[in-house]
């Protein structure tokens, strides 16, 4: 479980990477830089697995929010963005990776006390 903390924290490093060129760099480097985070303190123990889930249930909201009104896939050949939908699609996908991952961060990262 460690390595797909360390995985997915370095993953959502590269993301917030690549949006320094996005004109809204700023919401998205903070939204992926607060996923590698979770991953680091989820590597350190440092937070209790509803903290993860709440991180889930906002990363899905924002995905949901973010969804195009018309997909028009994830993939383009041109070299210009063809269309806002498939830029929105991509968002979307990506905050629901964040999703998925803040829910397995909280189910099966936190190590159970046993008695």
């Known amino acids: ?8 924290g370095l993953l959502f490093m590269l993301f917030a990477y690549f949006q320094f060129n996005d004109p809204d760099s700023t919401v998205w480097i903070f939204t992926y830089s607060a996923a590698a985070l979770a991953c680091y303190m989820s590597v350190n123990n440092l937070w209790p697995s509803w903290v993860f889930y709440v991180l ?6 924002a995905a949901i929010f973010q969804w195009p009104p018309q997909f028009e896939g994830i993939f383009f050949g041109e070299a210009q963005m063809r269309s806002i939908n498939i830029e929105e699609a991509r968002e979307s996908l ?21 008695d």
Do not use: H, N, S
């Open 1 to 8: 479980m460690k390595f797909f903390k360390i995985v997915f």
């Open 56 to 61: 889930a249930a906002g990363y899905l909201v």
């Open 94 to 114: 990506g905050l629901l990776i964040c999703c998925v991952a803040m829910v397995i961060l909280g189910k099966w990262g936190i190590p159970k006390i046993e």
